[in-house]
């Protein structure tokens, strides 16, 4: 199977092989051969894991905690942005013994000593600070792990706060294992953070008997004997609790992140960017790029008081996955309704960017009382001809190919792509989807764009390829009727020279909408969001 190096070649491959194929109802494939893939995802899933491995410098410098990487002369390598504003903004090691104890400080002190003579003696100590975290664990960092290569011959210092790190996977198995709702949840959050429940019912905006209330609940529901027995036990499922990969479903700049619980016991990643109180619209994303287009926009939506609230279909980032295909898209669209019901109590103008575009008219249709109109900005259309298929770009032909003929190929593949996308290789695997000299590589270029493209490539494929499963069986299918069904008026934005979906499988599709109009435009190719995003903003503004 192609490793993430071998990834584009394959499918160029594969795509001189089935180029000339003509069109069936489907392509056999042998069992022997649908075995072994199958047994190549898992192995591709490990080269994933492996290939997600983030320098330290990186890692220290995205924690969410306090983190700090010195050198033996205390200069620093990497901080977070806690650990930055502990240090007050100076940049020095040395700030930091500002903030601990006598013996924090004398600790430190020893530990640095020990650092610059290479001992072998002891290799961490416990810091004791005056703030918040009140401990941190200090240790030395094995030369051949320094990052800095220039340094190697001598050992760093690795500071982190002493707590847990808790993140969305965590809360997730506490609400699943024991039935925790979310407000029982974070109060424990506190509790770990060593809060008081007087400080839990202050930052809560709660009373205490409220916070009380709560705590008893928790322990009733997880059989612990009292905080401390709870607080144990939080603590050692937290160290079995994998995090997400660092580096690959973060939210960095594509905007705020919160986790919806939905009636089935699911949960759907909701990212917002825009002001808290502006007015809001529905943007279901793409296969690959999620809110990265939205969020280099976010200066014109607080201009306008647009608030984007781009729900995360199932198997993409933090969202749980949902079953098969077809169950997949019928129960996203149940989230959707009690999305959008939380969201306004009138209807919302949805955006379908790309590949979102199944799921808004299939929203619409059925649920028209929730949706004011649609707004498709490069959106896919039903690719059911086998020409459509052809004139596509290479990379994107073969997956569509295997999507169509091939499904049960399609996970090997897709878990190929994203190897390429975790590893070093991410910029080849963006030059192959938007060569040089085309009108989309030419706005990625021009406009700066490419590493919060990365970021959004690498959020969307966290959780692996089943959200672009479920995605690719369904754009590959005739899904029309969900389109001439919902009656809600749709605004079709395209670029003329758009490479994936031609401008005249555009046409032909608006042709058949009820209540449309189409703005096809000459200079743009798929990135339209980014090449023109007042035009969009303004169709959104009128479907309000």
Not at 310 to 328: C, I, K, M, N, V
Request: charged share 25%; net charge neutral.
């Amino acid at each position: 199977m192609p490793g993430p190096k071998r990834w584009t070649p394959a499918l160029e491959d594969l795509a001189d092989l089935r180029a000339g194929q003509g069109q069936g109802a489907g392509v056999p494939v042998d069992p022997v051969l649908a075995e072994h893939f199958e047994r190549a995802t898992d192995l591709l899933e490990r080269m994933r894991q492996q290939s997600q491995r983030v320098p330290l410098t990186d890692r220290v410098a995205r924690s969410q905690r306090v983190a700090l990487l010195l050198t033996s002369d205390m200069r620093v390598l990497a901080a977070s942005p806690r650990a930055r504003a502990l240090l007050g903004g100076c940049g020095e090691g040395a700030a930091l013994l500002d903030h601990l104890t006598a013996d924090g400080a004398r600790s430190l002190r020893e530990l640095v000593h020990l650092s610059r003579g290479r001992s072998e003696l002891q290799r961490l100590a416990i810091l004791h600070t005056d703030t918040q975290p009140r401990h941190l664990l200090a240790r030395l960092i094995d030369r051949e792990e320094t990052p800095d290569p220039a340094r190697r011959q001598a050992p760093a210092l690795l500071i982190e706060a002493l707590d847990i790190a808790w993140n969305a996977h965590l809360s997730r198995t506490l609400s699943g294992s024991f039935g925790l709702s979310p407000a029982e949840i974070e109060v424990i959050e506190g509790l770990m953070a060593g809060h008081n429940v007087r400080e839990i019912a202050a930052h809560r905006e709660r009373s205490e008997h409220t916070v009380r209330n709560q705590i008893k609940t928790a322990l009733a529901r997880t059989g612990t004997g009292g905080q401390a027995d709870l607080v144990r036990l939080v603590a050692m499922i937290a160290k079995a609790t994998p995090p997400a990969p660092s580096g690959a479903g973060g939210a960095e700049g594509l905007g705020r992140s919160r986790l919806l619980d939905l009636a089935d016991g699911r949960r759907m990643e909701v990212l917002e960017i825009g002001p808290e109180a502006g007015r809001p619209f529905l943007f279901l994303h793409g296969m690959l790029d999620a809110t990265a287009g939205l969020a280099r926009m976010v200066g014109y939506l607080h201009e306008r008081g647009l608030r984007a609230v781009a729900p995360l279909r199932p198997g993409f980032g933090e969202s749980d996955t949902a079953g098969p295909p077809p169950q997949a898209l019928e129960r996203h669209v149940e989230d959707l309704r009690s999305l959008c019901a939380q969201e306004s109590s009138q209807p919302m103008p949805v955006v379908a960017h790309m590949g979102g575009a199944v799921a808004a008219h299939t929203f619409a249709a059925r649920a028209p009382e929730q949706v004011s109109a649609i707004v498709s900005v490069a959106g896919v259309v039903p690719i059911v001809d086998l020409r459509q298929i052809t004139a596509m770009p290479r990379r994107q032909r073969i997956v569509a190919m295997t999507a169509r003929f091939a499904p049960s190929v399609a996970p090997a593949l897709l878990r190929a792509g994203i190897a390429q996308i975790d590893s070093d290789q991410v910029d080849r695997f963006l030059g192959a989807l938007f060569p040089e000299g085309t009108p989309d590589r030419a706005v990625i270029d021009s406009l700066g764009v490419a590493d919060l493209i990365h970021t959004a490539y690498r959020k969307s494929v966290a959780r692996g390829p089943e959200g672009f499963q479920t995605d690719g069986y369904h754009v590959v299918r005739d899904w029309s009727r969900a389109a001439g069904a919902h009656g809600r008026p749709v605004h079709v934005i395209h670029g003329k020279r758009d490479p994936v979906v031609t401008a005249r499988s555009v046409e032909a599709f608006a042709r058949e909408l009820s209540s449309r109009s189409l703005t096809m435009l000459p200079d743009a190719g798929q990135l339209v969001l980014y090449k023109h995003p007042h035009r969009v903003l303004d169709a959104i503004e009128v479907a309000m």
